[in-house]
């Protein structure tokens, strides 16, 4: 994740390791930070600030505005007083972050800019057609979209639906994208030397677990900003999710750490598609509804899971169901606190639906199965506020501090270097 590139040494490092650490504080007040707030964040002296602020519109990396562009996601700064100085936005041809949410049954794809602003240019159902079809068909709109954005292009972030080691689905939900080298089949060089287009180079092409990312993009833009110590639940077909230590995810030796969907929280030896046994997924999530209702699990999961949670209010089965598998859900987060300590959980998917639904049921559960030392002050459950662009914001994000850094701006071209 984000790194410092060691100590800077020579006055043209110290530069490049500042103008890093400008266009990421740019980045992370989602371009509503003035020239005068961003110079006090860093503590720089003004004069210094101005130079730099003048160095990376030049490059056009960024544009200074008179007063903020929208606000993206909900990153609400305070105004403070004195005379009003820019304001440091995305530059109009600057960088852009490709970001992929690949699915079971469909896939996003998303431009980003240096603030967080996103667009969504493609969304795509899959067809009857093999994970395999799918895989092509992405590459084949990111080819597209490279050529359309040219030079301007970072990097891609690509959110999976299966724990990732070095790159590679290591335990997918579709059996054709075992082991799938993601980065490779999107186009990527060989040994993830990333993408070489006509436009130059096209940055890196990154992947990560979609529950992951979820929980890294809201502590970067949603509920979880700020939170020293957070846990991130994203409940779908299956549970998964991520601690985050100061914004930082704590994703293993191999990366795939966070599969709490895979650990027997609330009892049960059942055995799980996963080849462990008693999962909580089985008892919470879309797993858990579909099973309380006495449903097949096939087809859309996702959307009869919903359906069961809608019809909650006015069909007493649809309300048992969703007050048993929410109390579930409560139980496993309450045993992931104790063993965590979080400040606080964020919840998107499925557990920020049934939050929403059934609050009462998830807190019964929660409290039962906190510490007693823990329940006069329980760590506050959080509802996302990305929602959907969750795990596409998670996969820009792993761009962004891939290329904010002084090896990755190294890699920028001056304007007149460029093509598009
Ligand atoms: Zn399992």
């Not at 930082?248 to 055995?271: D, Q, W």
């Not at 008693?278 to 859309?300: N, P, S, V, Y």
């Not at 820009?396 to 270097?417: H, I, K, N, Y």
Request: proline share 6%; aromatic share 4%; with cysteine.
């Amino acid at each position: 994740m984000r790194k410092d590139e060691g100590a800077a040494t020579t006055s043209a490092e110290l530069r490049a390791h500042n103008l890093a650490r400008l266009l990421r504080a740019v980045h992370g007040g989602g371009g509503q930070l003035t020239r005068a707030e961003l110079t006090r964040q860093l503590s720089l002296a003004r004069g210094t600030a101005t130079v730099l602020v003048r160095e990376l519109a030049g490059r056009q990396l960024i544009e200074e505005l008179a007063s903020p562009a929208d606000a993206p996601a909900d990153i609400k700064v305070p105004r403070t007083r004195g005379r009003p100085t820019g304001v440091p936005s995305a530059h109009p041809r600057g960088p852009v972050a490709l970001a992929v949410d690949l699915r079971d049954d469909s896939f996003t794809l998303a431009a980003f800019e240096l603030t967080g602003r996103c667009t969504v240019l493609d969304r795509q159902e899959r067809e009857a057609g093999s994970g395999t079809g799918v895989l092509a068909d992405v590459a084949a709109r990111l080819k597209i979209r490279r050529r359309q954005f040219g030079g301007r292009v970072v990097g891609t972030g690509v959110a999976v639906p299966s724990p990732v080691s070095a790159g590679q689905m290591v335990q997918p939900t579709l059996p054709d994208w075992q082991d799938v080298d993601v980065a490779a089949v999107l186009g990527g060089g060989p040994g993830g030397a990333g993408v070489e287009g006509d436009e130059g180079f096209l940055g890196p092409i990154l992947a990560g677990n979609d529950a992951t990312l979820a929980g890294l993009a809201e502590a970067r833009r949603g509920v979880l900003r700020g939170v020293s110590v957070a846990l991130h639940l994203h409940v779908a077909t299956g549970i998964g999710g991520v601690l985050l230590s100061g914004g930082l995810p704590v994703t293993g030796a191999h990366g795939s750490a966070g599969e709490f969907g895979h650990m027997p929280l609330t009892g049960g030896s059942e055995p799980c598609r996963c080849g462990s046994v008693g999962c909580w997924e089985l008892d919470a999530g879309a797993r858990g509804l579909l099973r309380a209702t006495g449903q097949a699990e096939e087809g859309d999961r996702m959307l009869h899971a919903e359906q069961v949670i809608a019809a909650a209010d006015t069909d007493p089965g649809c309300a048992q169901a969703l007050a048993r598998v929410a109390e579930a859900l409560g139980r496993g987060i309450g045993a992931l606190v104790n063993a965590q300590d979080p400040e606080a959980v964020g919840l998107s998917g499925l557990a920020a639906e049934m939050y929403q639904a059934a609050p009462a049921a998830v807190r019964a559960g929660y409290l039962a199965t906190l510490m007693r030392f823990r329940r006069p002050e329980p760590p506050a459950l959080l509802p996302s506020t990305l929602g959907e662009l969750g795990a596409l914001t998670g996969a820009s994000e792993l761009v962004f501090d891939a290329f904010l850094t002084p090896r990755g701006l190294g890699a920028w071209p001056a304007p007149e270097q460029k093509t598009a």
